[in-house]
């Protein structure tokens, strides 16, 4: 009986210089396009047209309020992870760990400003640069400080924003921006407010073990 061999299938590679040498990845359509340069859609400072029933000027005013507390709580985030970094000394061990942990909650905060911005239809401050150039906390040494120091300096910072959001939160609602309102009064003050109470216990001379 006679065998019938398979046929075999002779592929011919694409020419690029050599009888052998295989097609160029590009061709097989995985490449990303890389070191692409494109214009700015909108200018920061400006806001979109949104179907929220709120007039342009509020949500500029809202907005332009909503950047000026995102960053300050974004360097306020940084002096937190810094000084939790830094911490030390015999109350080290609780202190590293509140400090990552109202770090964790001003992330939260820092998140939630940004997206209020979006939806208002403006533009959120995110590059560190722009921070740096529309904060009112101070910069704190580059080096590290005592702890009472370091305590003292999130303190400052914790008033400046709770300053500034009170007053962001009251010409919000008078405006009937009442969802800023909200998430200042609910997320922001609330939070630092507690924020406050914590560090500031720290900074009490009591005697631990003799009155």
């Known amino acids: 009986m006679k065998t019938i061999l398979p046929r075999r299938t002779h592929t011919t590679p694409t020419r690029t210089g050599s009888d052998t040498e ?39 005013y809202s907005c ?43 992330l939260e905060l ?30 704190a040494p580059d080096g590290c400080e005592e702890v009472p120091a370091m305590l003292s300096r999130l303190l400052e910072a914790l008033e400046m924003i709770l300053t500034d959001a009170r007053e962001a939160a009251a010409k919000a609602g008078e405006l009937g921006d009442v969802g800023t309102n909200d998430l200042i009064v609910s997320d922001i003050i609330r939070t630092n407010e507690l924020q406050t109470w914590f560090l500031s216990e720290h900074l009490v001379d009591t005697p631990l073990v003799r009155a």
Do not use: C
């Open 22 to 60: 295989p097609a160029p990845a590009a061709t097989m359509h995985s490449q990303p396009l890389l070191h692409q340069e494109g214009r700015e859609i909108q200018r920061y400072g400006t806001v979109r047209l949104m179907a929220l029933g709120l007039a342009h000027d509020t949500r500029v």
């Open 64 to 106: 332009q309020r909503l950047n000026s507390l995102l960053a300050d709580t974004q360097i306020l985030f940084s002096l937190y992870k810094k000084h939790h970094w830094l911490m030390r000394g015999a109350s080290f061990h609780q202190l590293h760990l509140l400090l990552d942990e109202h770090a964790s909650r001003q």
């Open 110 to 139: 820092i998140d939630s400003i940004a997206e209020r911005v979006q939806t208002l239809g403006g533009i959120a401050v995110g590059d560190p640069r722009h921070v740096a150039e529309i904060t009112q906390i101070p910069r």
